[in-house]
């Protein structure tokens, strides 16, 4: 598509359901991440996919927090059980390069808004 | 731990005054990039930096690279309302991991 496209653009759950959110990158993006951000806040990283893989998931919050990627492109970001400080807006990006001096380049969506009852 | 101070965290002004955002870190950057948000959006690229001491320039938006690579700043001349916004720099050791600063808020009255 023509940007970084996420879904459901809004989300309100009660405390202890799961939730899925879904982000569609830039295509021919291999690059692919996932923020959030607290109200007011600046971005704190969660993970990084090149291609399928994730070389670094120390971001994840807990492990009621996990990611996938397939066929290179969607991705979705699961929070099993959530919480309330789960409430915030997470960000999807991608981005052409990466392990270059251009690598911070991202592109991202206008974000899920989460808010756990 | 790799951190990006931003200040001031919190900017309001008057229509045509100038203005100088700053991002500092102990950490040095292989590249830095500036990103402006507004409400309901995600953050878009304003300027990537890579070179120690360079100086970029977008219209009345100047962007400062620090000699060593661990700093950077953002001038505003003459802002205007429509330059309102959260600005967010955000930091790259030439992996795959961008750190984020807070971000300055910045409200410009007309």
């Known amino acids: 598509g023509a940007g970084v496209s996420q879904s459901p653009s809004n989300k309100v759950t009660e405390k202890g359901k799961d939730v899925e959110l879904r982000c569609d990158p830039i295509?021919?993006?291999?690059?692919l991440y996932w923020y959030r951000q607290s109200l007011g806040q600046g971005l704190e990283f969660l993970i990084y996919f090149q291609g399928n893989s994730a070389p670094d998931k120390s971001g994840l919050p807990s492990d009621r927090f996990s990611a996938e990627r397939t066929g290179g492109s969607v991705s979705t970001l699961t929070i099993q059980r959530t919480q309330q400080e789960d409430s915030a807006v997470y960000l999807c990006?991608?981005?052409?390069?990466?392990?270059?001096?251009?690598?911070?380049?991202?592109?991202f969506g206008e974000g899920s808004r989460l808010t756990v009852l | 731990t790799q951190l990006l101070e931003q200040s001031p965290q919190f900017l309001s002004i008057q229509e045509g005054e100038n203005l100088t955002v700053y991002c500092n870190s102990s950490?040095?950057?292989?590249?830095l990039q500036w990103y402006r948000q507004e409400p309901g959006e995600g953050p878009v690229l304003l300027v990537t930096v890579v070179t120690g001491g360079e100086v970029k320039k977008l219209k009345r938006l100047t962007f400062q690279f620090g000699d060593a690579r661990k700093d950077s700043s953002l001038h505003i001349t003459a802002a205007q309302p429509g330059d309102t916004g959260l600005y967010l720099c955000a930091g790259n050791t030439g992996g795959f991991k961008t750190i984020f600063g807070a971000g300055t808020r910045l409200f410009v009255k007309a």
């Open positions: 950490s040095v950057f292989s590249s």
């Open positions: 295509s021919g993006h291999t690059a």
């Open positions: 990006a991608s981005s052409l390069v990466s392990g270059t001096r251009r690598a911070g380049e991202l592109f």
